[in-house]
């Protein structure tokens, strides 16, 4: 097991990464709190999987659980008041303990539940997808969504204990494997050209399954770096968005069904190599660096989207941003940067990227 501490002054806690963690779930929590009973927030998936397993591994505290449907739409307002009753209902204190179970959806929302019933408790992160592991289960941040848009309503609220059993990885449907992946690979894109190298010589997921943890640490670290800094997200966060402006002008294009969060992010990611190579300060080839290993783990780089569609959502960000927008380009793999660009310039741009892809 690796264990890396997150030290954020008199709200550290620790993030226990490795295999066969989720039996264990009693004992580990019970070396960091000892709460009178717990309420465990999960969705049915991921019930219907190691629900058993979990119940057994609480072992003597006292709980009960919250089993919601999978998917986006239960990171809603209707959904946080049904997890808040729940809770009350339960009689739970401000002694007691929330359990999120499962991916970011639900990491997110139990999150948010935690930041506030009864103005804050103490919760536990168990995060269950390769995305969670790696990105939102680090750094505090939690949320749902408003029908005006995602992530509208959230806190930053950090867990007591973050358990990342890496074996619940291997029940992932393959397209959550590599949507998560695009993450992974944003790690080594922006921060470590090591990492990135040691993806590129196991660019599979069954030859990268050995060496998980070392991967999920290694993605834990950085973001742990970064959060440590800013903790609020007022600065250095931005890096994390690498792939991310044009990814999320792909989701929209997609109306958030043809694409999942990750293969945006990978088409994002080659776009932004394409957009700084463009523009001069990306070295040539660097696309094709990331487009084949985002394509060795089965995230799709073949499909074509209009430049018409990347400008139209871009513009939308043009009335929030200003006159400029801030892209996070690559000076190398391992070495992103904040580049600030007029928002007509990155138009252009998209459009001759978009059409070249
Ligand atoms: N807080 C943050 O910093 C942050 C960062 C990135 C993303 N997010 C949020 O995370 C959410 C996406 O998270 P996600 O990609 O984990 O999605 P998710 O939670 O919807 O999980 C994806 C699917 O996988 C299933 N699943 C989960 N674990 C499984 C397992 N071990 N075996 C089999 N199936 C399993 C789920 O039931 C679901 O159907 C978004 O709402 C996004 O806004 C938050
Ligand atoms: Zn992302």
């Not at 959550?176 to 196991?202: N, R, T």
């Amino acid at each position: 097991m690796k264990r890396l501490h997150i030290g954020l002054a008199d709200r550290g806690y620790d993030i226990l990464i490795g295999s066969g963690l989720l039996d264990s779930l009693g004992r580990l929590i019970a070396d960091v709190r000892t709460p009178s009973k717990a309420v465990v927030l999960t969705d049915d998936h991921i019930w219907s999987l190691y629900g058993d397993r979990l119940t057994a591994a609480l072992g003597d505290l006292p709980h009960r659980v919250l089993v919601l449907p999978h998917g986006e739409q239960t990171k809603c307002a209707e959904v946080y008041a049904q997890a808040l009753s729940f809770c009350a209902q339960n009689q739970l204190t401000r002694t007691d303990m929330l359990i999120a179970f499962g991916g970011g959806v639900i990491g997110d929302l139990g999150g948010f539940v935690a930041a506030t019933y009864m103005r804050g408790i103490d919760f536990v992160q168990v995060p269950t997808t390769l995305l969670a592991q790696v990105d939102s289960s680090v750094g505090g941040k939690t949320a749902i969504d408003l029908p005006e848009g995602k992530n509208l309503v959230g806190a930053f609220w950090q867990p007591v204990l973050v358990v990342a059993d890496l074996d619940l990885l291997q029940t992932l449907p393959s397209r959550e494997q590599a949507g998560g992946m695009a993450e992974v690979i944003k790690y080594g894109a922006i921060f470590d050209s090591a990492l990135f190298a040691k993806l590129e010589a196991h660019p599979t997921w069954e030859t990268l399954t050995p060496i998980l943890d070392e991967i999920v640490y290694a993605c834990c670290d950085w973001k742990r770096q970064v959060v440590e800094r800013d903790e609020r997200d007022t600065g250095d966060r931005m890096l994390l968005n690498f792939g991310h402006t044009f990814g999320h002008a792909i989701e929209a294009h997609g109306r958030y069904t043809d694409y999942i969060h990750g293969e945006g992010v990978a088409l994002g990611m080659v776009l932004a190599a394409k957009a700084g190579i463009r523009l001069g300060v990306t070295p040539v080839g660097t696309d094709d660096r990331l487009e084949s290993l985002c394509d060795s783990f089965g995230l799709p780089m073949t499909d074509r989207f209009p430049a018409a569609a990347l400008t139209a959502h871009l513009a939308l960000d043009k009335k929030r941003a200003g006159s400029a927008l801030r892209l996070v380009l690559l000076r190398a793999i391992g070495e992103g940067y904040v580049h600030s660009l007029p928002v007509d310039e990155v138009l252009s741009l998209a459009e001759d990227i978009g059409d070249a892809n």
